[in-house]
């Protein structure tokens, strides 16, 4: 069996995290030490990414939107322009730490329409399982390569190439590859 390749190399921007961050937590009017309690993670690493320093997982600055009350791509969103192109290579890129699932932003709502896109990627081997998001999260996604079974837990639906399936994101769900390869593109509407 061939090795697994490797997973991409992280691409966050960091300074944009950072001012997201900060801005993102004066307007919730929280102290760091308030939304690192609210998020569960310790106060220096939420010091660390507000200096913009770290490489924080997506587990990480998923559980600081959720404590923040904003869509995941409001932390990573960087600043647009009227034409934009994303190559497949590009974007900000996070990993998770429990699997091999990455995931790419390639759009973060607009003001008014909260929604994200996102390209992942996941191998088979490990289950990405995901905390709920924001109430009233609802995730579609799309199948562009090999098999995937995902969903809330315990109502999975396994898919391919071409296949959509849509989902409430604010309760638990994952996602397993089920072929190499595996691709999709998901869009998280929130209300």
Same mark, same amino acid.
């Given at each position: ?6 997973? =991409?190399?992280?691409?966050? =921007?960091?300074?944009? +995290? /950072? /001012?997201?961050? $900060?801005?993102?937590?004066? &307007? ?34 998923? /559980? ?6 904003? =869509? ?14 994303? $190559?497949a290579?590009?974007?900000p890129?996070v $990993? ?6 990455? /995931? ?5 709502? =607009?003001?008014?329409? &909260? ?18 998001? +924001? ?28 296949d ?28």
């Amino acid at each position: 069996m061939p090795d697994a390749p490797a997973p =991409p190399p992280s691409r966050l =921007p960091l300074g944009w +995290i /950072a /001012a997201a961050l $900060r801005r993102e937590r004066t &307007r919730a009017g929280l102290t760091l030490s308030e939304l690192a309690k609210r998020a569960g993670i310790a106060k220096s690493t939420l010091s660390q990414l507000e200096a913009a320093g770290g490489n924080p997982s997506m587990e990480t600055i998923w /559980a600081l939107a959720v404590a923040l009350g904003v =869509p995941f791509g409001a932390l990573v969103e960087p600043p647009t322009s009227t034409v934009r192109v994303i $190559r497949a290579d590009e974007g900000p890129t996070v $990993r998770s730490e429990q699997s091999s699932f990455t /995931a790419s932003l390639l759009s973060a709502g =607009p003001q008014g329409a &909260r929604r994200d896109i996102y390209r992942v990627r996941l191998e088979p081997g490990t289950v990405r399982d995901s905390k709920p998001h +924001i109430p009233g999260t609802v995730e579609h996604l799309v199948v562009g390569a090999g098999r995937v079974k995902a969903g809330p837990t315990g109502e999975q639906a396994e898919l391919a190439a071409g296949d959509y399936m849509a989902y409430p994101g604010d309760v638990p769900h994952s996602y397993e590859a089920l072929a190499p390869g595996t691709a999709f593109v998901l869009i998280m509407q929130h209300v």
